[in-house]
């Protein structure tokens, strides 16, 4: 990864370990770090743009800590935007305070102040991953969170001779502030990324990046662990290495039934290893991403960004006569919806799980698009989505909207009255043919900030229905403070008659983010065992924008150990 000077006239902490003090059980430490968010200078494509970065870097700091510690990292706001951190896929347990989505579990970091984020890894291992949570600013602000098995302990696989983290992300060669702002400020759809991105390098089939390219060693013989990131804002991405098989082996922390494949399949904000082997005559092969896109008549980037897996022999194999130009891939078509599902469906738990049987709280969930009428004081130029509208999106045709004096937290947990309601509908007020031919008079949702309520220890289901108001398309939704069971996913409308039929209860996979396919849905299961408010949300930020998000209020349980921590005496004023 590329370490970039600052051209702020501060200086640069870096990450900084200021202590591995082992006071708790197994081994655990606790990790301080130090995040310095600010104004950097960075080139990629033909431009240079001063970005928003942390500790000057870009993709910002990988950390790496083992199943048990305890992370404590200050977060030193030097730019000129509001901020927060949120550590995707954590479960965040009694601490959601240190969770970050802005306004939601905390009130922005603003531009001179400070926070410290104090939480403990606790039976996850794997590959996650931080990013801002504060407009489109993780287009530039994220990074690696790597957990290993506590000390003692091992993979559930043969341990890798190397491992890579693999972060896919988007450039835009503008402001992506500035390109959110006018979406917003319009009503329209923000510009598309001009760029796709591997550990923050375009790949030398894009103007002037031929020699930033990634560059991910191996040797002939050897087994390696590549950790895939879709750190991308908006775009689901198809990924490969040319030539060669990739073995996958977890997911959002969690392990998985192995299994081998040519290419894989990340929605923004999921995470995927794989086991990679040198068996291929040593040369050099391109790593690849491009978009998988669903959505109809909607512009989408289709570029292609590179990386180079090469093998430490190549160099001599070269002067033999084997070509030292990249070998390329082939990736699927940009709407291969068969190639996406035949992955997803792969996934199985390495062992078999206990998935809630008896529910005590069933949701059925739409989500989707929508567009608002202009309201009457809005001049044109303020609603330009299609013929004179402003692009909305929702859950359950509730647009949610964050509130802006408090969070959602702090409401809840100090009491304080109209922050929110907590009448999130359990179920669609109207039934419709989901994905069919909707009636534009339902393409209008609400506006709140309504919150649904769990009590401790609840069994929850969710089926998550897309449809197809606008256009269909593939949503990743990510929860917060939990991992859930994908249990079934399918096209069409759900029919609990049929479809629960499909639901695999003995080793489904455990996930943070799951793809709910174009015109089609998903259904998760979880127990409310986690206090706080979480929300729930599309992991493409243009969605999430426009309001296609809810939030769980979970309560307390009745043991000290089921209870929220209060809040720490730093925490961000509104």
């Not at 081994?27 to 200078?41: D, I, L, M, P």
């Not at 299994?259 to 040369?283: A, K, M, W």
């Not at 005590?360 to 929508?370: K, Q």
């Not at 930020?541 to 043991?559: S, Y």
Request: with cysteine; aromatic share 10%; charged share 15%.
């Amino acid at each position: 990864m590329e370490l970039l000077k600052p051209t702020a006239i501060f200086i640069c902490l870096g990450i900084l370990l200021l202590s591995a003090s082992a006071f708790s059980l197994a081994n655990a430490k606790t990790q301080y770090h130090e995040f310095v968010v600010q104004a950097t200078s960075v080139k990629r494509l033909c431009n240079t743009h001063n970005s928003i970065t942390v500790n000057g870097m870009f993709p910002g700091p990988t950390l790496e800590v083992n199943n048990g510690d305890t992370l404590v990292v200050n977060v030193a706001n030097k730019a000129h935007y509001n901020i927060t951190i949120h550590w995707h896929g954590v479960r965040q347990i009694r601490t959601a305070w240190a969770d970050g989505p802005e306004f939601v579990t905390q009130c922005p970091i603003r531009p001179g102040g400070s926070y410290t984020y104090r939480f403990r890894i606790q039976g996850q291992e794997g590959t996650l991953w931080w990013h801002a949570h504060s407009s489109w600013l993780r287009a530039t602000v994220y990074g690696a969170l790597i957990i290993r098995p506590k000390n003692g302990t091992s993979y559930p696989f043969p341990k890798p001779r190397r491992e890579t983290p693999l972060l896919l992300g988007e450039w835009w060669d503008a402001n992506p502030m500035d390109v959110v702002r006018e979406s917003t400020r319009t009503g329209g759809s923000p510009n598309i990324s001009d760029a796709y991105t591997i550990n923050g390098q375009p790949g030398d089939l894009y103007n002037c990046s031929s020699k930033d390219t990634s560059i991910v060693p191996i040797d002939f013989g050897e087994t390696n662990l590549l950790r895939i990131i879709n750190a991308g804002l908006n775009q689901p991405l198809f990924f490969t290495v040319a030539n060669h098989r990739l073995t996958v082996v977890g997911a959002d922390a969690s392990y998985i039934k192995p299994f081998t494949t040519s290419v894989v399949v990340l929605g923004p904000g999921q995470t995927t290893d794989v086991l990679i082997t040198g068996d291929q005559p040593p040369g050099r092969y391109y790593i690849a991403a491009r978009a998988y896109h669903t959505a109809l008549n909607v512009p989408f980037d289709n570029t292609t960004t590179t990386a180079i897996l090469e093998y430490k022999a190549a160099p001599c194999a070269a002067k033999e006569g084997l070509t030292a130009t990249p070998i390329r891939p082939t990736l699927p078509a940009y709407n291969d919806t068969a190639t996406v599902t035949a992955f997803t469906t792969s996934f199985r738990s390495i062992e078999k799980v206990e998935v809630p049987t008896e529910i005590d709280e069933s949701l059925f969930l739409t989500i989707g698009l929508g567009l608002d009428n202009c309201p009457p004081n809005y001049p044109s130029s303020r609603c330009q989505g299609p013929n004179s509208t402003r692009f909305t999106s929702s859950m359950s045709n509730v647009s949610f909207v964050l509130p802006s004096n408090f969070s959602l937290l702090q409401a809840h947990h100090h009491g304080i009255p109209g922050v929110f309601t907590s009448d999130f509908p359990a179920n669609p007020q109207v039934t419709f043919d989901y994905t069919g031919n909707v009636s534009q008079s339902l393409w209008q949702p609400i506006r709140g900030t309504k919150l649904y309520r769990l009590k401790f220890g609840s069994r929850v289901q969710i089926v998550l229905q897309g449809t197809s108001i606008v256009t269909p398309e593939n949503h990743p939704i990510h929860l917060h403070g939990y991992d859930f069971y994908i249990i079934a996913e399918g096209f069409g409308n759900f029919n609990p008659r049929n479809d629960t039929g499909k639901f695999n209860l003995v080793d489904p996979p455990m996930r943070n983010t799951v793809g709910v396919p174009a015109n089609g849905w998903a259904v998760i299961r979880f127990v409310a065992d986690n206090p706080g408010v979480w929300i729930m949300h599309c992991h493409l930020d243009v969605h999430i924008t426009w309001g296609l998000a809810m939030a769980f209020l979970v309560e307390n349980g009745h043991e000290e150990t089921q209870t929220l921590e209060e809040p720490p005496a730093d925490m961000p004023l509104c």
